[in-house]
């Protein structure tokens, strides 16, 4: 059962405009959220996070927003930069982390 | 600040074989996480240490898996034996707190099984 569902496997978006990455999850016991990064034969790392009581996190060009009622999540990049072309995972938390399948960011110079 | 060490990068068996990965996770870091990540999906926990104590296994094959952290240090996954379906990549993390806090993870030992 995927409590975590990124629906988009890939995405393509022009340097400089932004980026939309999209989360769905089912748990409405989750209380902590986070975005990873991840490259090619490397581990993920971690972007940013948010907790529940929050419906907005920013951190430079990255803003996470939590929608609890849609139980929505997303992450926005602006603006969107070539090095920024990696996977993106959601992680969900309620007692374990439970992820995403990730989306696949291109940013095309 | 040394990051979370996995070994190897890379691994091929035969099914029926046996394999075992290690991991170092960050120092201090006192909950140690082992997961796999099967190609196009996300990673899926197999087991959670706190210090060297057992906080959840539920999703760990025990047939043919087992895990270990002696000490509350180091830690080692073993799979025996190894099945095709358990092609993957096997991703340690680590965290200086056992809930709500963000992963660390190494970079992982990619496994096929063959």
């Known amino acids: 059962d995927q409590q975590v569902k990124q629906n988009s496997p890939s995405l393509s978006v022009q340097e400089g405009r932004i980026s939309i990455l999209n989360c769905d999850y089912t748990?409405?016991?989750?209380?902590?959220f986070l975005w990873y990064k991840k490259y090619p034969a490397e581990g993920p790392t971690f972007l940013i996070s948010?907790?529940?009581?929050?419906d907005k996190n920013e951190d430079g060009r990255f803003t996470v927003f939590l929608n609890k009622s849609a139980k929505h999540l997303s992450l926005h990049i602006v603006p969107s930069q070539p090095g920024d072309s990696a996977v993106y995972f959601c992680?969900?938390?309620?007692?374990?982390?439970?992820f995403g399948t990730g989306t696949s960011l291109t940013v095309i110079p | 600040e040394a990051g979370v060490a996995q070994s190897p990068r890379y691994k091929i068996i035969e099914k029926r074989q046996s394999v075992a990965f290690w991991c170092n996770p960050i120092?201090?870091?006192?909950?140690l996480y082992w997961y796999q990540q099967i190609l196009g999906q996300g990673p899926k926990l197999l087991i959670q240490?706190?210090?060297?104590?057992?906080?959840?296994d539920s999703q760990l094959p025990k047939d043919r898996f087992s895990a270990e952290r002696l000490k509350g240090v180091d830690s080692t996954l073993k799979i025996q034996p190894a099945k095709l379906e358990d092609s993957a990549v096997y991703l340690c993390?680590?965290?200086?707190?056992?809930?709500?806090?963000?992963?660390?993870f190494g970079s992982g030992t990619q496994l096929s099984v063959l």
């Open positions: 992680a969900a938390s309620f007692n374990q982390f439970y």
């Open positions: 993390a680590s965290s200086l707190l056992a809930t709500n806090e963000k992963l660390f």
């Open positions: 120092s201090g870091h006192a909950t």
């Open positions: 748990n409405s016991m989750f209380d902590y």
């Open positions: 948010i907790s529940s009581i929050k």
């Open positions: 240490f706190q210090n060297n104590g057992v906080v959840d």
